[in-house]
Protein backbone atom coordinates (compact mmCIF):
# COMPACT_ATOMS: atom_id res chain seq x y z
CA UNK A 1 0.00 0.00 0.00
CA UNK A 2 2.55 2.31 0.99
CA UNK A 3 4.68 1.71 -2.17
CA UNK A 4 1.50 2.36 -4.19
CA UNK A 5 1.13 5.53 -2.57
CA UNK A 6 4.73 6.75 -3.19
CA UNK A 7 4.50 5.82 -6.86
CA UNK A 8 1.94 8.38 -7.00
CA UNK A 9 3.44 10.94 -5.03
CA UNK A 10 6.95 10.05 -7.14
CA UNK A 11 5.37 12.84 -9.44
CA UNK A 12 5.85 15.41 -7.09
CA UNK A 13 9.31 14.38 -5.77
CA UNK A 14 10.83 15.46 -2.58
CA UNK A 15 7.53 17.11 -1.88
CA UNK A 16 5.76 17.28 1.42
CA UNK A 17 3.77 14.25 0.72
CA UNK A 18 6.82 11.78 0.20
CA UNK A 19 7.85 13.61 3.85
CA UNK A 20 4.53 13.04 5.62
CA UNK A 21 4.62 9.52 4.23
CA UNK A 22 7.96 8.27 5.36
CA UNK A 23 8.16 10.28 8.44
CA UNK A 24 5.35 11.97 9.78
CA UNK A 25 7.13 13.25 13.09
CA UNK A 26 9.66 15.59 10.97
CA UNK A 27 6.53 16.43 8.50
CA UNK A 28 4.68 17.92 11.48
CA UNK A 29 7.23 19.48 12.95
CA UNK A 30 7.99 21.43 9.13
CA UNK A 31 4.45 22.18 8.56
CA UNK A 32 4.13 23.63 12.12
CA UNK A 33 7.58 25.90 11.12
CA UNK A 34 5.32 26.60 7.94
CA UNK A 35 2.63 27.83 9.66
CA UNK A 36 4.25 30.25 11.65
CA UNK A 37 6.14 31.44 9.27
CA UNK A 38 2.78 32.16 7.15
CA UNK A 39 0.92 33.38 10.27
CA UNK A 40 4.02 35.35 11.82
CA UNK A 41 5.89 39.06 10.72
CA UNK A 42 9.79 38.22 10.17
CA UNK A 43 11.74 41.01 10.91
CA UNK A 44 14.83 39.37 12.23
CA UNK A 45 17.55 41.33 9.63
CA UNK A 46 19.31 38.29 9.03
CA UNK A 47 16.15 36.57 7.43
CA UNK A 48 14.89 36.03 4.67
CA UNK A 49 12.49 33.76 2.05
CA UNK A 50 13.88 32.51 -1.16
CA UNK A 51 12.31 31.67 -4.29
CA UNK A 52 10.33 28.54 -5.10
CA UNK A 53 13.18 27.82 -7.85
CA UNK A 54 16.02 28.29 -5.42
CA UNK A 55 14.19 26.17 -2.74
CA UNK A 56 13.95 23.76 -6.06
CA UNK A 57 17.89 23.56 -6.23
CA UNK A 58 18.37 23.08 -2.73
CA UNK A 59 16.31 19.43 -3.51
CA UNK A 60 18.34 18.34 -6.90
CA UNK A 61 20.01 15.28 -7.32
CA UNK A 62 24.04 17.19 -6.71
CA UNK A 63 23.05 17.17 -3.14
CA UNK A 64 24.36 13.28 -4.53
CA UNK A 65 26.86 13.88 -5.49
CA UNK A 66 30.69 14.11 -3.70
CA UNK A 67 33.68 16.91 -5.42
CA UNK A 68 36.79 17.25 -3.27
CA UNK A 69 38.35 19.69 -4.74
CA UNK A 70 37.75 22.34 -7.46
CA UNK A 71 37.09 22.27 -11.13
CA UNK A 72 39.11 20.24 -13.42
CA UNK A 73 41.09 19.74 -10.09
CA UNK A 74 38.61 17.02 -8.47
CA UNK A 75 39.48 14.06 -6.05
CA UNK A 76 36.58 12.05 -7.32
CA UNK A 77 35.38 11.13 -10.57
CA UNK A 78 32.01 12.10 -12.43
CA UNK A 79 32.52 15.06 -11.86
CA UNK A 80 31.77 17.14 -15.56
CA UNK A 81 28.40 18.06 -14.45
CA UNK A 82 29.23 19.43 -11.20
CA UNK A 83 32.30 21.35 -12.89
CA UNK A 84 29.88 23.15 -14.98
CA UNK A 85 27.55 24.08 -12.00
CA UNK A 86 30.15 25.73 -10.11
CA UNK A 87 32.25 27.31 -12.67
CA UNK A 88 28.60 28.92 -13.83
CA UNK A 89 27.97 30.05 -10.52
CA UNK A 90 31.10 31.35 -10.26
CA UNK A 91 30.47 33.49 -13.28
CA UNK A 92 27.19 34.54 -12.44
CA UNK A 93 28.68 35.95 -8.86
CA UNK A 94 31.23 38.10 -11.11
CA UNK A 95 28.79 39.47 -13.54
CA UNK A 96 26.41 40.29 -10.11
CA UNK A 97 29.31 42.95 -8.85
CA UNK A 98 31.14 44.10 -12.19
CA UNK A 99 34.18 42.57 -11.47
CA UNK A 100 36.43 41.44 -14.50
CA UNK A 101 38.06 37.59 -14.06
CA UNK A 102 40.93 38.87 -15.03
CA UNK A 103 41.91 41.31 -11.61
CA UNK A 104 39.00 39.19 -9.35
CA UNK A 105 38.26 35.78 -8.15
CA UNK A 106 35.37 34.33 -5.69
CA UNK A 107 35.17 30.95 -3.83
CA UNK A 108 31.65 30.02 -4.13
CA UNK A 109 31.88 26.79 -1.47
CA UNK A 110 32.03 27.88 1.76
CA UNK A 111 29.18 26.26 3.70
CA UNK A 112 27.84 29.68 5.52
CA UNK A 113 29.55 33.20 6.77
CA UNK A 114 31.65 31.97 9.75
CA UNK A 115 33.49 29.30 7.64
CA UNK A 116 34.11 31.86 4.88
CA UNK A 117 35.64 34.66 7.26
CA UNK A 118 37.91 31.88 8.30
CA UNK A 119 39.30 31.07 5.58
CA UNK A 120 40.13 34.31 4.98
CA UNK A 121 42.01 34.71 8.18
CA UNK A 122 43.46 30.66 8.06
CA UNK A 123 44.90 31.64 4.22
CA UNK A 124 46.07 35.26 5.24
CA UNK A 125 47.28 34.91 8.80
CA UNK A 126 50.08 33.05 10.55
CA UNK A 127 48.35 31.95 14.43
CA UNK A 128 49.13 34.50 16.47
CA UNK A 129 49.03 37.55 14.01
CA UNK A 130 46.78 40.51 14.56
CA UNK A 131 43.24 41.23 13.06
CA UNK A 132 40.81 44.26 13.63
CA UNK A 133 36.91 44.20 13.86
CA UNK A 134 34.55 46.27 14.82
CA UNK A 135 33.73 45.56 18.28
CA UNK A 136 30.17 43.08 18.68
CA UNK A 137 28.54 46.11 21.38
CA UNK A 138 29.62 48.51 19.11
CA UNK A 139 27.19 46.29 15.68
CA UNK A 140 30.22 44.17 14.82
CA UNK A 141 30.01 40.42 14.17
CA UNK A 142 30.92 37.32 16.58
CA UNK A 143 33.37 36.46 13.49
CA UNK A 144 35.26 39.81 13.92
CA UNK A 145 37.15 38.67 16.54
CA UNK A 146 34.75 39.15 19.40
CA UNK A 147 35.98 38.91 23.25
CA UNK A 148 35.50 39.73 26.58
CA UNK A 149 37.63 41.06 29.02
CA UNK A 150 37.69 37.33 30.48
CA UNK A 151 37.62 35.32 27.61
CA UNK A 152 38.39 34.89 23.68
CA UNK A 153 35.15 34.04 22.07
CA UNK A 154 35.22 33.08 18.96
CA UNK A 155 37.88 31.05 16.78
CA UNK A 156 38.76 34.27 15.25
CA UNK A 157 40.00 35.63 18.89
CA UNK A 158 41.40 32.30 20.03
CA UNK A 159 43.47 31.46 17.09
CA UNK A 160 44.50 35.16 16.33
CA UNK A 161 45.28 38.27 18.33
CA UNK A 162 42.33 40.56 18.28
CA UNK A 163 42.48 44.10 18.45
CA UNK A 164 38.52 45.67 18.22
CA UNK A 165 37.93 49.40 17.05
CA UNK A 166 34.48 51.24 18.15
CA UNK A 167 31.83 53.65 17.30
CA UNK A 168 31.78 57.27 18.50
CA UNK A 169 29.58 56.54 21.72
CA UNK A 170 28.05 59.66 21.14
CA UNK A 171 26.97 59.80 17.28
CA UNK A 172 27.45 55.58 16.63
CA UNK A 173 29.30 56.51 13.99
CA UNK A 174 32.52 54.09 13.44
CA UNK A 175 35.54 56.33 14.76
CA UNK A 176 37.85 56.40 11.85
CA UNK A 177 40.50 58.70 13.10
CA UNK A 178 40.50 56.07 16.29
CA UNK A 179 40.48 53.05 14.17
CA UNK A 180 43.57 54.59 12.10
CA UNK A 181 45.19 55.26 15.81
CA UNK A 182 44.02 51.76 16.64
CA UNK A 183 46.29 50.55 13.75
CA UNK A 184 49.43 52.25 14.70
CA UNK A 185 49.57 50.99 17.67
CA UNK A 186 48.45 47.03 17.12
CA UNK A 187 49.64 46.72 13.27
CA UNK A 188 47.12 44.50 12.27
CA UNK A 189 47.45 42.17 8.85
CA UNK A 190 44.13 42.50 8.44
CA UNK A 191 41.19 45.16 8.72
CA UNK A 192 37.55 44.41 8.89
CA UNK A 193 35.28 46.37 7.11
CA UNK A 194 31.76 45.37 8.24
CA UNK A 195 29.12 44.76 10.87
CA UNK A 196 25.86 42.82 11.48
CA UNK A 197 24.41 45.53 13.09
CA UNK A 198 25.43 48.69 11.91
CA UNK A 199 22.98 51.26 10.39
CA UNK A 200 24.84 53.38 8.42
CA UNK A 201 26.89 53.16 5.16
CA UNK A 202 30.53 52.16 5.65
CA UNK A 203 33.17 54.18 4.06
CA UNK A 204 35.10 51.77 2.47
CA UNK A 205 37.69 54.49 0.55
CA UNK A 206 38.75 55.46 4.69
CA UNK A 207 39.20 51.94 5.17
CA UNK A 208 41.43 51.88 2.41
CA UNK A 209 43.76 54.52 3.65
CA UNK A 210 44.16 53.45 6.74
CA UNK A 211 44.57 50.49 5.43
CA UNK A 212 47.49 51.46 3.13
CA UNK A 213 48.53 53.73 5.82
CA UNK A 214 49.64 50.72 8.62
CA UNK A 215 50.23 47.97 5.61
CA UNK A 216 47.13 46.11 6.08
CA UNK A 217 45.36 43.91 4.06
CA UNK A 218 41.18 45.16 3.75
CA UNK A 219 38.65 42.66 4.42
CA UNK A 220 35.19 43.77 3.74
CA UNK A 221 32.39 41.47 5.16
CA UNK A 222 29.11 42.82 3.26
CA UNK A 223 27.05 39.73 3.98
CA UNK A 224 24.01 42.28 5.21
CA UNK A 225 24.56 44.34 2.62
CA UNK A 226 25.25 42.65 -0.52
CA UNK A 227 21.91 42.68 -2.03
CA UNK A 228 21.80 46.12 -1.63
CA UNK A 229 25.19 46.59 -3.05
CA UNK A 230 24.17 44.59 -6.08
CA UNK A 231 21.18 46.98 -6.91
CA UNK A 232 23.42 49.76 -6.61
CA UNK A 233 22.22 51.11 -3.16
CA UNK A 234 25.21 51.07 -1.26
CA UNK A 235 28.57 51.89 -1.61
CA UNK A 236 30.40 48.78 -3.26
CA UNK A 237 33.07 47.75 -1.15
CA UNK A 238 35.27 46.28 -4.36
CA UNK A 239 36.97 49.31 -5.52
CA UNK A 240 39.01 49.27 -2.64
CA UNK A 241 38.51 46.10 -0.52
CA UNK A 242 41.46 42.86 -0.92
CA UNK A 243 38.80 40.24 0.41
CA UNK A 244 34.85 40.80 -0.01
CA UNK A 245 33.06 37.67 1.98
CA UNK A 246 28.86 37.89 1.65
CA UNK A 247 26.69 35.12 2.87
CA UNK A 248 24.03 34.54 0.28
CA UNK A 249 20.66 34.61 2.51
CA UNK A 250 20.33 37.74 3.75
CA UNK A 251 19.30 40.90 1.18
CA UNK A 252 20.71 38.54 -1.77
CA UNK A 253 17.45 35.98 -0.68
CA UNK A 254 19.39 32.93 -1.48
CA UNK A 255 20.00 29.94 0.25
CA UNK A 256 21.95 29.48 3.25
CA UNK A 257 25.60 29.92 2.13
CA UNK A 258 28.77 31.95 0.99
CA UNK A 259 30.95 33.65 -0.93
CA UNK A 260 34.48 34.75 -0.99
CA UNK A 261 35.54 37.32 -2.83
CA UNK A 262 39.92 38.00 -3.62
CA UNK A 263 41.85 39.90 -5.96
CA UNK A 264 43.73 37.30 -7.91
CA UNK A 265 46.78 37.27 -6.06
CA UNK A 266 45.18 35.90 -2.90
CA UNK A 267 43.34 32.69 -4.96
CA UNK A 268 45.67 29.86 -4.42
CA UNK A 269 46.01 31.01 -0.58
CA UNK A 270 42.01 31.33 -0.04
CA UNK A 271 41.09 28.38 -2.11
CA UNK A 272 43.67 26.03 -0.26
CA UNK A 273 41.92 27.87 2.92
CA UNK A 274 38.46 26.68 2.01
CA UNK A 275 39.66 23.22 0.86
CA UNK A 276 41.72 21.23 1.89
CA UNK A 277 42.28 23.59 5.25
CA UNK A 278 38.72 23.74 6.81
CA UNK A 279 35.87 21.90 4.60
CA UNK A 280 36.01 18.77 2.45
CA UNK A 281 33.57 18.43 -0.30
CA UNK A 282 31.40 21.32 -1.10
CA UNK A 283 27.19 20.98 -0.71
CA UNK A 284 26.75 21.02 -4.76
CA UNK A 285 23.35 21.10 -4.19
CA UNK A 286 23.78 24.56 -2.09
CA UNK A 287 25.73 25.96 -5.17
CA UNK A 288 23.42 24.91 -7.63
CA UNK A 289 20.76 27.42 -5.18
CA UNK A 290 22.90 30.23 -4.78
CA UNK A 291 23.66 29.95 -8.98
CA UNK A 292 19.27 30.44 -8.80
CA UNK A 293 19.80 33.49 -6.25
CA UNK A 294 22.37 35.41 -8.48
CA UNK A 295 20.34 35.07 -11.38
CA UNK A 296 17.54 36.34 -9.58
CA UNK A 297 19.68 38.94 -8.36
CA UNK A 298 20.90 40.15 -11.86
CA UNK A 299 17.43 41.44 -12.80
CA UNK A 300 15.35 44.70 -12.47
CA UNK A 301 12.78 42.82 -10.37
CA UNK A 302 15.55 42.24 -7.94
CA UNK A 303 16.56 46.19 -7.99
CA UNK A 304 13.07 47.25 -7.46
CA UNK A 305 13.24 45.19 -4.64
CA UNK A 306 15.82 46.01 -2.66
CA UNK A 307 14.50 50.15 -3.26
CA UNK A 308 11.44 49.01 -1.37
CA UNK A 309 13.26 47.15 1.41
CA UNK A 310 14.81 50.50 1.86
CA UNK A 311 11.18 52.79 1.89
CA UNK A 312 9.52 49.79 3.89
CA UNK A 313 12.64 49.94 7.03
CA UNK A 314 12.91 53.67 6.53
CA UNK A 315 8.84 53.95 7.00
CA UNK A 316 9.02 51.76 10.09
CA UNK A 317 12.03 54.13 11.77
CA UNK A 318 9.94 57.23 11.21
CA UNK A 319 6.70 55.18 12.56
CA UNK A 320 8.50 54.46 15.75
CA UNK A 321 10.20 57.91 16.21
CA UNK A 322 6.69 59.62 15.70
CA UNK A 323 5.78 57.47 18.53
CA UNK A 324 8.54 58.14 20.80
CA UNK A 325 10.81 55.39 20.69
CA UNK A 326 14.93 56.02 19.60
CA UNK A 327 16.37 54.80 16.86
CA UNK A 328 20.12 54.43 17.03
CA UNK A 329 21.95 57.22 14.47
CA UNK A 330 18.43 58.12 14.33
CA UNK A 331 17.28 56.71 11.20
CA UNK A 332 19.13 54.00 9.03
CA UNK A 333 20.82 54.39 5.12
CA UNK A 334 20.18 50.02 5.22
CA UNK A 335 17.93 47.22 5.37
CA UNK A 336 17.78 46.94 9.34
CA UNK A 337 17.31 49.71 12.00
CA UNK A 338 18.52 49.48 15.81
CA UNK A 339 15.72 50.19 18.19
CA UNK A 340 17.15 52.19 22.04
CA UNK A 341 15.10 50.75 24.68
CA UNK A 342 16.85 53.04 27.43
CA UNK A 343 14.28 54.64 29.67
CA UNK A 344 11.09 52.58 28.25
CA UNK A 345 10.94 50.11 31.11
CA UNK A 346 11.96 47.11 29.47
CA UNK A 347 15.63 45.82 28.07
CA UNK A 348 15.63 44.48 24.65
CA UNK A 349 14.94 40.38 25.69
CA UNK A 350 11.99 41.01 27.42
CA UNK A 351 10.45 43.13 24.32
CA UNK A 352 11.45 40.34 22.08
CA UNK A 353 9.68 37.98 24.09
CA UNK A 354 6.35 39.56 24.25
CA UNK A 355 6.33 40.34 20.92
CA UNK A 356 6.99 36.90 19.99
CA UNK A 357 4.40 35.67 22.07
CA UNK A 358 2.29 38.07 19.67
CA UNK A 359 3.48 36.50 16.55
CA UNK A 360 6.59 38.93 15.63
CA UNK A 361 10.15 38.25 15.34
CA UNK A 362 13.09 40.22 16.04
CA UNK A 363 16.18 39.69 18.17
CA UNK A 364 17.31 41.72 21.09
CA UNK A 365 20.82 42.90 20.31
CA UNK A 366 23.51 45.24 22.14
CA UNK A 367 23.95 48.94 20.91
CA UNK A 368 26.54 51.39 21.70
CA UNK A 369 26.28 51.71 25.00
CA UNK A 370 26.23 48.44 26.13
CA UNK A 371 22.28 48.67 26.78
CA UNK A 372 19.94 45.32 25.30
CA UNK A 373 17.83 47.45 22.22
CA UNK A 374 15.83 45.04 19.17
CA UNK A 375 17.36 44.96 15.66
CA UNK A 376 14.81 44.92 13.16
CA UNK A 377 14.52 44.50 9.53
CA UNK A 378 12.54 44.31 6.46
CA UNK A 379 13.89 42.47 3.75
CA UNK A 380 11.74 39.26 4.52
CA UNK A 381 8.46 41.49 4.89
CA UNK A 382 9.26 43.12 1.94
CA UNK A 383 9.17 39.87 0.14
CA UNK A 384 6.01 38.95 1.16
CA UNK A 385 4.52 42.33 -0.76
CA UNK A 386 5.01 44.39 2.14
CA UNK A 387 4.82 48.36 1.79
CA UNK A 388 5.36 51.35 3.52
CA UNK A 389 1.66 51.35 5.07
CA UNK A 390 2.33 48.16 6.39
CA UNK A 391 5.27 48.83 7.99
CA UNK A 392 3.60 51.70 9.43
CA UNK A 393 1.53 48.83 10.87
CA UNK A 394 4.04 46.71 12.24
CA UNK A 395 5.30 49.88 14.29
CA UNK A 396 2.11 50.48 15.79
CA UNK A 397 1.94 46.34 17.00
CA UNK A 398 6.41 47.02 18.05
CA UNK A 399 4.76 49.94 20.33
CA UNK A 400 2.39 48.12 21.82
CA UNK A 401 4.97 45.10 22.43
CA UNK A 402 6.97 47.80 24.11
CA UNK A 403 4.13 49.21 26.26
CA UNK A 404 2.95 45.13 27.63
CA UNK A 405 6.80 44.24 28.18
CA UNK A 406 6.91 47.66 30.82
CA UNK A 407 3.80 46.97 32.35
CA UNK A 408 4.93 43.21 32.78
CA UNK A 409 8.33 44.29 33.96
CA UNK A 410 6.65 46.64 37.15
CA UNK A 411 5.48 43.50 38.34
CA UNK A 412 8.30 40.78 37.84
CA UNK A 413 11.22 40.34 39.47
CA UNK A 414 15.38 40.36 38.06
CA UNK A 415 14.80 37.19 36.91
CA UNK A 416 13.77 36.91 32.94
CA UNK A 417 12.19 33.61 33.66
CA UNK A 418 10.03 35.09 35.66
CA UNK A 419 8.91 37.97 33.39
CA UNK A 420 8.22 35.12 31.02
CA UNK A 421 5.76 33.38 33.12
CA UNK A 422 3.89 36.74 33.74
CA UNK A 423 3.92 37.33 30.28
CA UNK A 424 2.48 34.11 29.28
CA UNK A 425 -0.33 35.32 31.22
CA UNK A 426 -0.94 38.49 29.99
CA UNK A 427 -4.48 39.32 28.51
CA UNK A 428 -3.95 41.63 26.11
CA UNK A 429 -1.48 39.24 24.19
CA UNK A 430 -3.60 36.75 22.18
CA UNK A 431 -5.76 39.00 21.04
CA UNK A 432 -2.92 41.03 19.57
CA UNK A 433 -1.82 37.83 17.94
CA UNK A 434 -4.82 36.98 16.47
CA UNK A 435 -4.59 40.51 14.94
CA UNK A 436 -1.38 40.05 13.63
CA UNK A 437 -2.19 36.12 12.42
CA UNK A 438 -5.12 37.77 10.32
CA UNK A 439 -2.90 40.08 9.19
CA UNK A 440 0.64 38.19 8.43
CA UNK A 441 -1.55 35.52 6.44
CA UNK A 442 -3.17 38.30 3.76
CA UNK A 443 0.27 38.37 2.54
CA UNK A 444 2.11 35.18 0.46
CA UNK A 445 4.69 32.91 1.72
CA UNK A 446 7.74 32.95 -1.00
CA UNK A 447 8.56 29.41 -2.01
CA UNK A 448 4.98 28.25 -0.85
CA UNK A 449 2.34 29.72 -2.03
CA UNK A 450 3.63 31.42 -5.69
Not at 53 to 72: D, I, R, W
Not at 213 to 225: A, F, K, P, R, W
Amino acid sequence: MLSNKLSKSYSVALSDRILSLYDPAIYKIHTNEIKRQKKGIELIASENYPSRACLAALSTHFNNKYAEGYPGARYYGGTKYVDELENETKNRALQLFGLNSNNWGVNVQPLSGTPANMAVYTALLKPGETLMGLKLSDGGHLTHGHKTSKKNVSASSIFWNSQPYTVNQKTCLIDYDNLDNLAIIHKPKIIIAGASAYPRFIDFKRFREICDHNNSILMSDVSHYSGLIAANLYPSPFEHSDIVTTTTHKTLRGPRGAMIFFRKKYEKAINSAVFPALQGGPHLHQIAAIAVALKEANSKNFVDYQKQVLKNVKALCKALIKSDIKIVTDGTDIHMALIDLRGKGADGARVEYVLDLMGISVNKNTIPGGSLGLRVGSPAMTSRGMKELDFKKIANYIVKGIKIAANINQNAGKKLSDFKKLAKENKDIPALKKEVTKFASSFPLPGYDD
